[in-house]
């Protein structure tokens, strides 16, 4: 008896528990498991494919998208999530594949700042939240002729009523940081608020533990690239 209530136990112990909340600052770094989180939900495989079948949005981000995703059909456009939310540990994999992959470039600031282009420093991403998505592709080629361009017109003349909208867009306009993602939409209720608390709360010395967390302070990576968004 006593045997079979410890492996109850240990079967327990290894379950996520669903409310488990992360400190606001670690919430906003991407230090924590959505899967264990009882404010994210995992979207079902018909809006998804590739890597965000086994990610996870905040609920709330979850079911705008869905409006907006049924929206589209009856318009003739699929709206399909290639990428979800993607914690600090996801984001760190990402990035130190590609520091490896630019290690032609010896300058570590230049070489940070090619990265930078299209892929954030663990701890600054916008896909920590749980509010933003990319969709159907992520080449910007993709959305300037046929299915992609019908496809990004929809996005921009009806995102906005589900509460979305493109925060990487052309720099030509000022903006700083990233190149345009014609991809990458984010859910606005949420994000520019959580954007505010970052730009509060978060320091240059919290952008840590990763191949090249040095150059955080010398881009200056909270100013030029967090806060360089259309979405304000």
């Known amino acids: 008896m ?58 709330e981000t979850y079911a705008a998208f869905v409006s907006m995703a049924e929206a589209a059909k009856k318009d003739g456009v699929q709206l399909v999530i290639v990428s979800a939310t993607r914690n600090f540990e996801t984001q760190k994999i990402i990035w130190e594949r590609k520091w490896n992959d630019e290690s032609a470039i010896r300058n570590p600031a230049d070489r940070a700042r090619k ?52 925060p990487y867009t052309s720099k030509s306009t000022g903006r700083t940081g990233y190149e345009e993602e014609k991809w990458h939409w984010s859910y606005t209720p949420l994000s520019r608020p959580f954007l505010c608390e970052y730009e509060a709360l978060i320091q240059i010395p919290d952008i840590t533990g990763f191949a090249g967390s040095e150059t955080a302070a010398e881009l200056d990576v909270i100013t030029n690239y967090v806060a360089g968004v259309a979405c304000r």
């Open 2 to 59: 006593f045997r079979l209530l410890v492996i109850a136990w240990m079967i327990i112990i290894r379950v996520p528990q669903r409310d488990q909340k992360p400190t606001e600052k670690d919430y906003l770094l991407g230090r924590f498991d959505p899967s264990a989180d009882a404010r994210f939900v995992k979207p079902d495989d018909q809006y998804t494919t590739g890597a965000a079948r086994s990610q996870y949005l905040r609920k």
């Open 115 to 166: 990265i930078l282009q299209y892929s954030s420093m663990p701890g600054t991403s916008r896909h920590h939240w749980g509010t933003d998505l990319d969709l159907n592709s992520l080449n910007n080629e993709y959305f300037a002729s046929g299915e992609g361009r019908k496809v990004y017109q929809w996005l921009t003349t009806h995102a906005a009523q589900f509460g979305f909208c493109q």
